[in-house]
């Protein structure tokens, strides 16, 4: 996906970044989408005394999403308090596997990459879908 403009994806992230609570881990994350309709979608992470329950900021993003109409994520990035990118963790890979459009790319740490790459072989609604087919 060559017209993503990554720039300004990382400063809605970084603008996220500045609303997050953290206040166990001092570590706030940001995060932003750009949805298939053009919508651009964000989140941060919320920290809670009872670690378990706290929500990362792609947790916050889907809710976003959900909440705003929802649709599928084209194209992802999420930032640490210092801006630089952040890799999504296993679980948030699979939330955003969740509400990807085929082909959906992420800024990661290397470089751009598809959802399928950095989550192989994964589970999901489309795996669903072709079984009931």
Known sequence: ???????????????ANAK??????????GAAAMVE???VVSGCNVENASY???LCAECTLVSSLVMTGGGKLVAFTCVDGH??????CGRCRQLLYEH??????LETVSGIKTIDEVLPDAFGPRTLEEYRA
């Open 100 to 105: 990807s459009a085929p082909g959906m790319v």
């Open 37 to 39: 309709d053009g919508r």
């Open 1 to 15: 996906m060559t017209d993503v403009d990554w720039d300004g994806l990382r400063a809605i992230a970084k603008e």
């Open 83 to 88: 801006g630089n990118i952040l890799m999504p």
């Open 52 to 54: 378990g329950v706290g």
């Open 20 to 29: 997050a609570y953290a206040p166990y881990s001092n570590f706030p994350v």
